[in-house]
């Protein structure tokens, strides 16, 4: 019943929203994605971490200082993040 009822934003939707509060704030928003199950995802050919650093970098959010701390209960997929963005 709940099928298409309700719409889940896009990381590009998020960031453009934090961006928008920031600005209207004078503060400092950022983000704090958690990759879910991303062996899973890997393992049927979604791989979630090239997706998520395409749209940090075109944030402008590539960097060590960037409003964006990455989060995941998978150790392996947070080095492979290591090693393709400076974000924390």
Same mark, same amino acid.
């Given at each position: 019943?709940?099928?298409?009822?309700?719409?889940?934003?896009?990381?590009?939707?998020?960031?453009? /929203?934090?961006?928008?509060?920031?600005?209207?704030?004078?503060?400092?928003?950022?983000?704090?994605?958690?990759?879910?199950?991303?062996?899973?995802?890997?393992?049927?050919? /979604?791989? /979630?971490?090239?997706?998520?650093?395409?749209?940090?970098?075109?944030?402008?959010?590539?960097?060590?200082?960037?409003?964006?701390?990455?989060?995941?209960?998978?150790?392996?997929?947070?080095?492979?993040?290591?090693?393709?963005?400076?974000?924390?």
């Amino acid at each position: 019943i709940y099928n298409g009822r309700y719409r889940i934003p896009t990381i590009e939707q998020i960031i453009r /929203l934090v961006k928008r509060q920031s600005r209207l704030t004078g503060r400092t928003v950022g983000i704090y994605p958690e990759t879910k199950h991303p062996t899973y995802h890997r393992s049927l050919r /979604l791989s /979630l971490e090239r997706r998520l650093v395409r749209a940090l970098k075109t944030a402008g959010w590539n960097r060590r200082r960037a409003p964006v701390f990455v989060q995941s209960f998978e150790q392996s997929n947070l080095q492979r993040l290591n090693r393709m963005t400076k974000v924390r």
